[in-house]
């Protein structure tokens, strides 16, 4: 018969026998539930899927975290989220580039509305604007996202909203109507929240990059 230790128990082993070592004020009981969750209590993350880049990126973005031009027409959007590597470490050095189309569907590609490189606090990133339109060429409402990394590979992919009429309610049954939503996990919720007269629309969108 094989016995197979659980993880808890062969850490303590390790300890009882000196492998591992823990120093004061640390106890075994406080460090094993830490090591079980791995290296300093970091959660390993899937890595984000990627998506297409499409043909309006613009370089130059300025850094900025309000990407729509003052009195802009449109339900007012906020997202944020964090930056990880797939380690589950936050990424404070990440450079994190957005674009999209205004509520009319329409891409600025002459100045920089809707465009921008929110600023990171930590790993940590926030951008205001209004909630994309729908454009001829494309099915659903989406902002695109760039991040790089040192030391890492470069993601591009696209956040969509689960509330897009085009999913008639039912994201997990109907994201593959659009042909370049490529993964379900790019589809996330949306909060309304403020009044009733000036709602606004927040939605979370943490990105996951892979080491080079």
């Given at each position: 018969?094989?016995?197979?230790?659980?993880?808890?128990?062969?850490?303590?082993?390790?300890?009882?026998?000196?492998?591992?070592?823990?120093?004061?004020?640390?106890?075994?009981?406080?460090?094993?539930?830490?090591?079980?969750?791995g290296?300093?209590?970091?959660?390993?993350?899937?890595?984000?899927?990627?998506?297409?880049l499409?043909?309006?990126?613009?370089?130059?973005?300025?850094?900025?975290?309000?990407?729509?031009?003052?009195?802009?027409?449109?339900?007012?959007?906020?997202?944020?989220?964090?930056?990880?590597?797939?380690?589950?470490?936050?990424?404070?050095?990440?450079?994190?580039?957005?674009?999209h189309?205004?509520?009319?569907?329409?891409?600025?590609?002459?100045?920089?509305?809707?465009?921008?490189?929110?600023?990171?606090?930590?790993?940590?990133?926030?951008?205001?604007?209004?909630?994309?339109?729908?454009?001829?060429?494309?099915?659903?409402?989406?902002?695109?996202?760039?991040?790089?990394?040192?030391?890492?590979?470069?993601?591009?992919t696209?956040?969509?909203?689960?509330?897009?009429?085009?999913?008639e309610?039912?994201?997990?049954?109907?994201?593959?109507?659009d042909?370049?939503?490529?993964?379900?996990e790019?589809?996330?919720?949306?909060?309304?929240?403020?009044?009733?007269?000036?709602?606004?629309?927040?939605?979370?969108?943490?990105?996951?990059?892979?080491?080079?």
């Open positions: 018969m094989v016995f197979r230790l659980s993880r808890r128990d062969l850490l303590e082993k390790c300890a009882a026998a000196g492998l591992l070592l823990v120093t004061p004020p640390l106890t075994i009981a406080e460090i094993v539930p830490r090591l079980e969750d290296v300093g209590g970091l959660t390993p993350r899937r890595p984000t899927p990627g998506n297409d499409g043909p309006y990126f613009k370089r130059g973005a300025p850094r900025a975290g309000k990407l729509a031009p003052e009195g802009a027409p449109g339900l007012p959007l906020a997202v944020s989220g964090q930056i990880f590597d797939t380690r589950g470490e936050r990424l404070a050095d990440a450079v994190v580039e957005v674009w189309a205004s509520y009319a569907g329409i891409y600025d590609n002459h100045g920089f509305n809707y465009r921008g490189r929110p600023p990171l606090d930590s790993g940590k990133y926030a951008f205001e604007s209004v909630m994309p339109g729908h454009y001829p060429d494309r099915v659903c409402q989406h902002v695109h996202f760039m991040v790089s990394a040192a030391g890492h590979k470069p993601l591009v696209q956040l969509y909203f689960a509330t897009d009429p085009v999913f309610g039912e994201p997990d049954k109907n994201f593959g109507k042909p370049l939503v490529h993964s379900r790019l589809v996330r919720p949306v909060t309304i929240a403020g009044d009733p007269g000036a709602p606004r629309a927040m939605v979370s969108f943490d990105l996951v990059v892979e080491r080079a």
